[in-house]
């Protein structure tokens, strides 16, 4: 694994993931929302943002952490692994929901988003988080399934496995 690329539902624990994954792996580790999101949830330009991505997946290893659907066949392209997490919504939801009231009430800081970007409720995040399953899982999955004979594809239903994975990482 040399370049890795992170995907799945908002709150599944991708950046979590990252992090821990980086600690065995020792690549750079680029959360996409820190280089897309400016200060005050401001979006990258869509062309600035596909500049971006383009730049950093030239690089020899990294691990690359986001959706970001409009990048994501570039970051495919120059992938050798993708993991998935595929856990269900209602974990990603409570997992959104400990992180805003992290955030706003106790102050906990993300290094995985821009700072300026302060924790808030968010009716259309939720929305999203509740409607991955029909609207996005179904095409990762084909896209995933699709990519098994050249790229190395990990999917994660639960974290027991993502706990294994990384035990095997340590033997």
């Known amino acids: 694994m040399k370049r890795v690329i ?3 539902n908002g709150g599944s624990g991708k950046s979590t993931f ?3 994954l980086n600690k065995h792996l020792n690549l750079e580790l680029i959360h996409l929302d820190n280089l897309f999101w400016k200060q005050n949830w401001e979006q990258t ?3 600035e943002w596909r500049e971006i991505v383009k730049e950093i ?6 691990i690359i952490e986001g959706n970001f659907n409009s990048t994501l066949e570039l970051r495919i392209e120059r992938a050798d692994t993708i993991i998935f997490f595929d856990i269900p919504r209602f974990i990603c939801l409570w997992n959104a929901t400990k992180r805003v009231i992290k955030g706003k009430y106790f102050k906990v800081e993300r290094d995985d988003i821009t ?3 302060n924790e808030k ?3 259309l995040f939720y929305k999203w988080i509740w409607n991955y399953n029909k609207s996005v899982r179904p095409r990762y999955l084909n896209l995933l399934d699709s990519l098994k004979s050249e790229k190395r594809v990990i999917i994660f239903n639960n974290y027991r496995a993502v706990n294994r994975f990384l035990e095997q990482l340590n033997n």
């Open 6 to 8: 992170i995907i799945g």
């Open 18 to 20: 990252s992090k821990k």
């Open 45 to 47: 330009p869509k062309l």
């Open 57 to 62: 997946i030239q690089k020899d290893n990294w």
């Open 115 to 117: 700072k300026g970007c």
């Open 121 to 123: 409720f968010d009716l």
